[in-house]
């Protein structure tokens, strides 16, 4: 089996001008293709190959000397999570049962995005800010580089993607301006209702 670039679920000019088409024609044509083509290096002809994303992933995470594949195969899943994460004529508040479960774990939505900006913009150097449900409850986390909250037993419902790739282009060394038009015009909230535990 070869991994391959997943494609975006809109158009590369979709989003402008919030996030340019140049932008994701670098992050999701260079950036994220590149994962997959180091992926499929790495997994050639081994015991791993073909199994599915997820499991490599889990995999890889366990042993030491996979380092190298967990980074690739990580990021090529968070990559394809993020585009997800984003949606033409998105931003603002949610609804229905994730605007509740929102409001009851951070008290309102302003307190959640003032929180999840702190956490995107308060990374250090590359990573991720991701809204996840641990152990039934919401909760914002960050992880380094490549890690993700699928190998510690969590839920995303939605991610930011801060490393500088993701937002150079478009915004120069503004993380915060980023993020804040990320939850002001591009978040998908209902792709997060979807991911919502049965």
Known sequence: MTYELPPLPYADTALEPIYSAKTISFHHGKHHKAYVDNLNKLVANTRIDGLSLES????????????????????????????????????????????????????????FAEQFKAAAVGRFGSGW??????????????????????TKGQTPLITVDVWEHAYYLDYQNRRPDFVQAFLDKLVNWDFAAANLPK
Do not use: C, R
Not at 129 to 141: C, E, F, Q, S, T
């Open 56 to 111: 490599v992933i889990d995999i890889a995470a366990k042993n030491a000397e996979m380092t190298g594949v967990f980074n690739n195969a990580a990021q090529i899943w968070n990559h394809t999570f993020f585009w997800n994460s984003m949606k033409p004529d998105g931003g603002g508040k949610p609804s229905g049962a994730l605007a509740k479960m929102i409001d009851e774990a951070f008290g309102s939505y302003e307190k």
């Open 129 to 150: 800010a991701w809204l996840v449900v641990d152990g039934g409850a919401l909760k914002i986390v960050s992880t380094p580089n490549a890690e993700t909250p699928i």
